[in-house]
């Protein structure tokens, strides 16, 4: 019963590198979104997917892709990590209906940019 | 423009007391759903209770219910008989419906402590 699986757990980058963060999920779920969680922020969602192939912007999206070629996956991508994406990273899921369909996270990510 | 707001960014309640978190929303849509999570310092997120924009009732989950006040766009999460376990970060979160899907957008929290 894995549910929503993030990786890596922590990550140090240096300003400039790339890397991805992992996610998946094994509910079949059409929706997936990333978000990222700041002191004092809340957590403000960074891309979302409602399905294979399609992706959408969310609050704060400069600075990373997504995409989304499988219902499972929906890796997120920093192609020039800076000091301000210091973060932690959460990957969600959930169904699309009407109703309550809970969002399942993953453990997180905490990202430092150094 | 914000949309979800928790005007309180801590609260202190006495163990086996009630305490209330404050919620308020913005939206244009009337059919929207507001959720709660709980995140303890371990950080994983935990969903705690749901409320749909149609429900007529105020959905209650155990010792939390939530105060739901369509015309004042509130959902007050509400915890009855506090543990010292409640000690968390409690976010409130809306789900709005559009045509192509649906995002789901949080607020900043409250971090809740619970004295003995």
């Known amino acids: 019963n894995a549910g929503v699986t993030q990786t890596p757990k922590f990550q140090v980058l240096k300003t400039g590198q790339s890397m991805t963060l992992q996610c998946a999920q094994d509910?079949?779920?059409?929706?997936m979104s990333w978000y990222r969680q700041d002191p004092g922020m809340g957590l403000r969602l960074i891309h979302y997917?409602?399905?294979?192939?399609?992706?959408d912007q969310g609050e704060v999206p400069n600075g990373y892709n997504v995409s989304r070629s499988t219902t499972e996956d929906f890796p997120l991508r920093l192609l020039s990590a800076a000091p301000s994406q210091t973060s932690v990273y959460f990957c969600?899921?959930?169904?699309?209906?009407?109703?309550?369909?809970?969002?399942?996270f993953g453990q997180g990510t905490r990202l430092t940019v150094v | 423009a914000q949309k979800i707001t928790q005007t309180q960014p801590g609260m202190f309640v006495q163990e086996k007391e009630a305490v209330t978190l404050d919620c308020t929303y913005d939206?244009?849509?009337?059919?929207?759903?507001l959720f709660w999570y709980k995140q303890p310092s371990s950080g994983e997120m935990i969903f705690l209770i749901y409320?749909?924009?149609?429900?007529?009732q105020n959905a209650t989950e155990g010792r939390y219910s939530l105060n739901f006040q369509k015309a004042r766009k509130s959902a007050n999460l509400v915890i009855s008989a506090s543990q010292l376990g409640d000690s968390a970060m409690y976010f409130c979160?809306?789900?709005?419906?559009?045509?192509?899907?649906?995002?789901?957008?949080f607020g900043a929290g409250t971090i809740l402590r619970v004295k003995s």
């Open positions: 969600a899921s959930s169904g699309m209906g009407r109703g309550s369909t809970e969002a399942f």
């Open positions: 997917s409602v399905g294979a192939g399609i992706t």
């Open positions: 939206t244009s849509d009337q059919s929207y759903g």
């Open positions: 409320q749909g924009s149609y429900d007529e």
């Open positions: 979160a809306m789900r709005e419906y559009m045509e192509y899907g649906n995002k789901l957008v």
């Open positions: 509910m079949n779920h059409e929706y």
